[in-house]
């Protein structure tokens, strides 16, 4: 009798009944992978392979997977309280004031489930507020599902300029609202926006484009933004689903002393459980209330498990030792990489900011997507896919960042990188 290996069985089972065999399309594998345990900095397969996890299912496991604390904060409110759908719960309310204190931009905050949520109604309110249509989004940004902004992430080099839509299905009419203009050059921005300015609602910027990785925003670009949308009276949105509380607990706003409109969390606010906010200026936020005008809506929305999970995380984060140890071990996996990279002579740009790193296969500088057309691709993935063979879970996908998590260790980066020397001189041709 020929053994099928478990996790082989499962995929198959996955694909014939969940298309694709996945339930989210950037979940495809280019190999089968089913996952059925996860603690610390580490899951495990269904053959009882432990990878040790960079990936951080995109980014929401600060703490690490199955944190302790977060589980039984979870657990604690499930024993008093589930959904009502009327009202509001104590943690709603205290959720709500803990991000105000935070961030900076949070004068008012609402709370949905998922970073896609958030952006729709962070543009909705944008349209609402201004009475025009039309939004600039960046190219490599990444926003979420919606028909207004899942275009021209990781676009080919032909379509750059042009509007690269991911999916079928998507209004023409809803992406023709969308402009898409090159990250951090404030040029193209101020041109559009002298022609067209009465046109545009909202321009929404993922302060750091991780969706292509790690490309650091110049601070003239970001202070570019705030004045042209200052001047022209357009809605200024941080996406700030991925640096939100896994850069600092205020965001990168809080960093970087912009301060935006309107701003969107998700992920790393609540360590993996299903949680996003969209904060910003009372007198926007304020439209989704009586007499605004403006319609915000959810069964789910501030459920009892995502806000516990949310409040825990913040809590855990607060004293500010986490990000000082993901930071140092991002950093000693960053240098430690260019090192490698250096001693074989394999040309590498290692990109970091705090707890996020991703090698790219080029020399740099790189401060656009376009830069990044010169990645090479195929020893990108070949590293990538020789990584996850040792068990070092990277993304096999070209571009895509890694994350240090409070679980991992000095060691865990040390055999990283150990790994990591052996893979690349592997690689030197
Ligand atoms: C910057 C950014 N915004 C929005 C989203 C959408 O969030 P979600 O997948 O929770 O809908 C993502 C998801 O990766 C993201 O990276």
């Given amino acids: 009798m020929r053994i099928v290996p478990h996790h082989i069985e499962l995929t198959g089972r996955a694909a014939r009944v969940i298309p694709g065999g996945v339930n989210s399309s950037n979940r495809r594998m280019p190999w089968p992978l089913a996952v059925v345990a996860a603690q610390g900095a580490y899951f495990t397969d269904a053959d009882g392979q432990a990878y040790l996890d960079y990936h951080a299912a995109f980014g929401p496991l600060i703490l690490g997977h199955n944190h302790p604390q977060v589980n039984a904060a979870v657990r604690a409110v499930t024993e008093r309280l589930d959904i009502i759908g009327a009202g509001v719960t104590d943690i709603e309310v205290e959720l709500a004031e803990t991000i105000a204190r935070h961030v900076p931009s949070a004068e008012r905050v609402l709370l949905t489930n998922s970073g896609s949520e958030a952006t729709y109604a962070a543009l909705r309110l944008a349209r609402a507020v201004t009475g025009r249509n039309t939004i600039i989004k960046f190219q490599g940004a990444y926003h979420g ?11 080919p080099a032909e379509k750059i300029g042009s509007k690269d839509p991911l999916s079928l299905g998507m209004l023409p009419e809803v992406i023709d609202h969308t402009l ?3 990250f951090n050059d404030i040029e193209p921005v101020r041109e559009t926006i002298e022609q067209r300015g009465h046109e545009i609602a909202a321009i929404m910027v993922e302060v750091i484009p991780h969706n292509i990785g ?3 925003p110049r601070h003239e670009f970001l202070l570019g933004l705030r004045e042209l949308c200052d001047q022209h009276e357009i809605v200024l ?3 700030e689903v991925i640096t939100g509380f896994r850069h600092a607990l205020g965001g990168y706003q809080s960093l970087c002393g912009v301060t935006p409109d309107l701003s969107t969390f998700a ?3 609540a360590n993996g459980y299903p949680l996003a906010a969209l904060v910003g200026r009372a007198r926007f936020m304020d439209r989704f209330g009586p007499g605004g005008g403006v319609f915000f809506a959810g069964t789910y929305n501030g459920h009892p498990v995502g806000v516990a ?6 809590a855990a984060l607060e004293d500010g030792s986490v990000h000082q140890h993901c930071f140092a071990l991002a ?4 240098n430690g990489m260019l090192e490698i990279a250096r001693e074989l002579g394999i040309p590498m740009t290692v990109a970091r900011f705090g707890s996020v790193f991703v090698p790219y296969f080029m020399e740099g500088p790189i401060e656009r997507y376009e830069d990044l057309l010169v990645n090479d691709t195929a020893r990108d993935l070949r590293f990538r896919r020789a990584m996850c063979e040792h068990g070092i879970f990277m993304l096999p996908v070209a571009l895509k960042r890694n994350h240090v998590s409070a679980a991992h260790t000095e060691a865990d980066i040390d055999r990283t990188l150990d790994t990591a ?9």
């Fill in 421 to 429: 020397r052996a893979v690349l001189r592997g690689l030197k041709n």
């Fill in 237 to 239: 949105i941080f996406d």
């Fill in 145 to 155: 599902w919606h028909d207004a902004v899942a275009m021209n992430v990781i676009t």
């Fill in 180 to 182: 898409v203009l090159p």
């Fill in 267 to 269: 992920k790393a606010i």
């Fill in 214 to 216: 790690c490309v650091l």
């Fill in 331 to 334: 950093e000693r996996a960053a």
């Fill in 309 to 314: 999970a949310a409040l825990a995380t913040i």
